[in-house]
Antibody, heavy 123, light 107 residues
Framework: QMQLQESGPGLVKPSETLSLTCTVS??????????WGWIRQPPGKGLEWIGS???????YYNPSLNSRVTISADTSKNQFSLKLSSVTAADTAVYFC???????????????WGRGTLVTVSS | EIVMTQSPATLSVSPGERATLSCRAS??????LAWYQQKPGQAPRLLMY???TRATGIPARFSGSGSGPEFTLTISSLQSEDFAVYYC?????????FGQGTRLEIK
């Protein structure tokens, strides 16, 4: 059974870079079967897709965040990561990593999610 | 960007009754639509994909329909555990977009 676990600082200062890692167990991030993503949810608000990464390293980003987002994978650690630069209070949110675990048609919905981690942007 | 609009924002329904939630896309997304359920403090849970296919382990009281721009999630007989927030998500085009959610509350 695959599991995803987000990790990273819970507090980031304004203008700095938010860095989170999603550690995957029970499945390989190198497999073409899986489609990986980051989604966030500001307190009391809805879901916002941040971006996704495929096993071949191809990345897809939300244009609203595009210039500030980098998603990468570390196959040796079976992790994928999120970096969001120049953060402001508006980036305060619960950040989820997620995966489609039975991918075969390049359709990106998410059937397994991490528990999420709250990141607060504040000085 | 495709805008997903869910209605109503809040739906009050009694246990045992039927709930119907709507999701409309600003342009056609074919059948590339998913529904999620989220309870307080939890991650979203995939309910439906392909507009009408139940995800693994989802009870048969949940059903989805629609295509193009208009979609519906129906819960045939509400159980206490069904009261939550529901989101639709389109994955027909980049960027992936979610609706703003419908809160299903006990009447």
């Amino acid at each position: 059974q695959m599991q995803l676990q987000e990790s990273g600082p819970g507090l980031v200062k304004p203008s700095e870079t938010l860095s989170l890692t999603c550690t995957v167990s029970g499945g390989s991030i190198s497999s073409s079967t899986y489609y990986w993503g980051w989604i966030r949810q500001p307190p009391g608000k809805g879901l916002e897709w941040i971006g996704s990464i495929y096993y071949n390293g191809n990345t897809y980003y939300n244009p609203s965040l595009n210039s500030r987002v980098t998603i990468s994978a570390d196959t040796s650690k079976n992790q994928f990561s999120l970096k969001l630069s120049s953060v402001t209070a508006a980036d305060t949110a619960v950040y989820f990593c997620a995966v489609r675990s039975d991918g075969y048609n390049f359709l990106w919905y998410f059937d397994l999610w991490g528990r999420g981690t709250l990141v607060t942007v504040s000085s | 960007e495709i805008v997903m609009t869910q209605s109503p924002a809040t739906l009050s329904v009694s246990p045992g009754e039927r709930a119907t939630l709507s999701c409309r896309a600003s342009q056609s997304v074919s059948s590339n639509l998913a529904w999620y359920q989220q309870k307080p403090g939890q991650a979203p849970r995939l309910l439906m994909y392909g507009a009408s296919t139940r995800a693994t382990g989802i009870p048969a009281r949940f059903s989805g329909s629609g295509s193009g721009p208009e979609f519906t999630l129906t819960i045939s007989s509400l159980q206490s555990e069904d009261f939550a927030v529901y989101y639709c998500q389109q994955y027909n085009n980049w960027p992936i977009t979610f609706g703003q959610g419908t809160r299903l509350e006990i009447k």
